[in-house]
């Protein structure tokens, strides 16, 4: 069965500073594979997903990622985070043919001035 | 452009009292899920619907019933609440299981004393 790990759980950084959450998971086979964003107290809103073509892929936000099949891995990145990006991010993939999305434990990113 | 709503946002109960989230989405989805969203353990998957009138077990289904007798709403019951079942839980939507992504609700934060 396929497993997500993301693996710090808290993530503290400047503001200003780049950023990369990692998440790695179990399955090799064809998948997608979805960014997720929950600010306090609310729901999860899509950042950015990948589906098949190019392995960089660029979200709302400023965020990108970079899917690597053969690392089973996809790390979400920023080049310079803001305050307002304080907030935990959860990596989700589904394989193809599936009718599941698995999420990993969720990364909590805060942003320190 | 509500999206997916969720009622209520917030409910205590005593042991052994039932009660039933309802989630309504406007966006003509055919599957609906409910998670389970506890510290550390991302979100987890309670039951999940690919259409009216059908329902399926998730990973953690015990404890909880569904229904979907009708397209726009996904109703989750709890007969005889535990202390166990103290959550934030999250409803979502989408149009296709494949490589589209889930909308989610605000979702509703449960105690259970």
């Known amino acids: 069965a396929q497993s997500v790990t993301q693996l710090d759980s808290q993530v503290p950084v400047f503001e200003e500073a780049p950023v990369e959450l990692r998440c790695n998971y179990s399955?090799?086979?064809?998948?997608?594979l979805f960014w997720y964003v929950q600010y306090p107290n609310q729901g999860l809103q899509l950042l950015l997903k990948?589906?098949?073509?190019?392995?960089l892929v660029k979200g709302i936000n400023g965020f990108e990622a970079e899917f690597n099949k053969s690392q089973t891995s996809f790390h979400l990145r920023k080049p310079s985070v803001h305050i307002s990006d304080t907030a935990e991010y959860f990596c989700?993939?589904?394989?193809?043919?599936?009718?599941?999305?698995?999420f990993g434990q969720g990364t909590r990113l805060t942003i320190n001035p | 452009n509500a999206g997916v709503t969720q009622t209520p946002k917030f409910r205590v109960l005593k042991t052994g009292q039932s009660m039933t989230l309802l989630c309504a989405q406007d966006?003509?989805?055919?599957?609906m899920y409910w998670y389970r969203q506890d510290p550390g353990m991302g979100l987890r998957l309670i039951h999940y619907?690919?259409?009216?009138?059908?329902?399926a077990k998730g990973e953690v289904p015990d404890g909880y019933n569904v229904s979907r007798l009708k397209k726009q709403n996904f109703l989750l019951g709890l007969e005889s609440a535990a202390p166990s079942q103290t959550s934030v839980y999250f409803c979502?939507?989408?149009?296709?299981?494949?490589?589209?992504?889930?909308?989610f609700g605000d979702g509703t934060r449960l105690s259970i004393l």
């Open positions: 979502a939507s989408s149009s296709s299981p494949g490589n589209q992504p889930q909308h």
């Open positions: 399955s090799s086979v064809s998948v997608y």
């Open positions: 990948y589906l098949s073509g190019s392995t």
């Open positions: 989700a993939v589904r394989d193809q043919g599936a009718q599941k999305l698995v």
């Open positions: 966006m003509n989805h055919e599957y």
């Open positions: 619907s690919v259409g009216e009138g059908t329902t």
